[in-house]
């Protein structure tokens, strides 16, 4: 079974970057596909990112694209979200995820997930 660990998160101004990090231990991850999520006060938590097994498909939610990267180093179990040029509407909590994927195919429910880490705060204020 993987666990996942998130970090990174914190407060940045609008139009700032964070780095979240989510580090994986348990078992081999390179099998494993990754997903981000996000969970906003009161609201549904809703897809974010995310990348393959071996790292050759992303997927990104619309109101993302363009500003955040999601990426993996499988030699270190971590996978990465860079958010850029962040907005008062990012602040959540976020939340990786983790199952055993298909070569090539990236899972952008959270239904499909079955191992989620304990989340880190995100709050971009203006």
């Known amino acids: 079974q993987v666990q996942l660990v998130e970090s990174g998160g914190g407060l940045v101004q609008a139009g700032g970057s964070l780095r979240l990090s989510c580090a994986a231990s348990?078992?081999?991850?390179?099998?494993?596909?990754v997903g981000w999520f996000r969970q906003a006060p009161g609201k549904e938590r809703e897809f974010v990112a995310a990348?393959?097994?071996?790292?050759?498909?992303?997927k990104y939610a619309e109101s993302v694209k363009g500003r955040f990267t999601i990426s993996r180093d499988n030699a270190e179990n971590t996978i990465y979200l860079q958010m850029n040029s962040l907005k008062r509407e990012d602040t959540a909590v976020y939340y990786c995820?983790?199952?055993?994927?298909?070569?090539?195919?990236?899972?952008?429910?959270?239904?499909?997930?079955?191992?989620w880490g304990q989340g880190t705060q995100v709050t971009v204020s203006s």
């Open positions: 995820a983790t199952k055993e994927g298909l070569v090539g195919v990236t899972y952008s429910y959270t239904t499909s997930y079955d191992t």
């Open positions: 348990g078992r081999t991850f390179s099998t494993y596909a």
């Open positions: 990348i393959s097994r071996g790292g050759s498909r992303t």
